[in-house]
């Protein structure tokens, strides 16, 4: 049975992924992040490990947010909801997943104790590790490489070099658990994106519906002002330019991926009028929703 994770299960969408009976990973995937923010968050059943190749952005877990950039490592915990966005442009990452229990080894006698979700979270553990906070960027690359050239010994190779990173982590996590920082004081990026938390929580689950400066200015507890100022700061896009992204990009998959009508999915991110809606998706995407409904298939949109 899946823990239920801190945002509403109807928030988010579960994954299942099946792992190598042998390694308890799964292979490599690469993945590309558009413009904005993914439409779902989701969640699994196991670890998941991320490496950025390029871009930046920020990756949102349960209710915390990590800025990343390219070398940086994200460590994503069983039942953890978690979705990820681009500042511009894309972001191509690396993703696999994972049981740590598998490579958490242990004494004879002793049993495994991988650290909880929670005891991460409590302990403020930087679940985006930057590529120059320590070893864990190169161990994934070399973890990565192993897995897609399959050379002779990789499973081996593969299982040690996951050991070595989850070693470091644990490290790293106890640390934080006696600090109560994660690898010394966060970085001022994260500081600033922390501090917008509540308001981007509440526009990922609450997109749909209308919403003001001022209500999001009083989650995060600022004046209207100083919140225009530190999300433009942060995000590089003012609060509603962000809103617009995201009821957007919602919109954008929904087209692509389901057989809704045009009208529902317009009302279901916020657009009672057909005209609002077809003006606003000219505006960020540069096209019609029928045309984005009826145009060849990219890349799928990555809910990671």
């Not at 940086?72 to 191509?92: I, N, Y």
């Not at 490489?145 to 790293?172: D, K, N, P, W």
């Amino acid at each position: 049975m899946h823990r239920p994770p801190i945002l509403p299960l109807n928030e988010a969408e579960f994954i299942p992924v099946e792992l190598d009976p042998f390694l308890r990973m799964t292979a490599p995937r690469d993945r590309t992040l558009g413009v904005g923010p993914t439409a779902w968050t989701h969640y699994h059943d196991c670890m998941e490990l991320g490496l950025c190749l390029s871009g930046s952005g920020i990756a949102t877990i349960n209710q915390r947010a990590f800025a990343y950039g390219p070398g940086d490592v994200m460590l994503v915990w069983p039942c953890q909801v978690h979705m990820g966005w681009t500042r511009e442009g894309h972001a191509k990452w690396k993703f696999l997943n994972f049981d740590a229990k598998a490579v958490d080894w242990a004494r004879p006698g002793e049993k495994a104790r991988w650290p909880t979700a929670h005891a991460v979270e409590t302990a403020g553990f930087e679940q985006v590790v930057p590529a120059g906070g320590g070893e864990l960027s190169a161990l994934a690359a070399a973890l990565f490489r192993e897995l897609e050239e399959r050379q002779a010994g990789f499973e081996t190779a593969a299982r040690h070099l996951l050991a070595a990173m989850m070693v470091r982590v644990r490290r790293g996590l106890a640390h934080a658990q006696a600090a109560k920082v994660a690898r010394g004081a966060p970085s001022a990026e994260n500081e600033a994106v922390r501090r917008l938390q509540p308001a981007l929580t509440h526009m990922a689950t609450a997109y749909a519906k209308p919403l003001t400066i001022g209500d999001l200015a009083g989650a995060c507890c600022m004046s209207e002002r100083t919140f225009r100022r530190a999300f433009q700061t942060a995000l590089g896009c003012a609060p509603l330019e962000y809103l617009l992204r995201l009821r957007v990009n919602t919109a954008a998959v929904l087209l692509r991926e389901t057989a809704l009508p045009v009208a529902d999915i317009a009302r279901s991110v916020g657009y009672p009028n057909a005209s609002d809606f077809s003006r606003a998706f000219k505006k960020v995407l540069g096209t019609t929703p029928l045309r984005c409904r009826t145009a060849p298939r990219g890349p799928k949109p990555v809910h990671t």
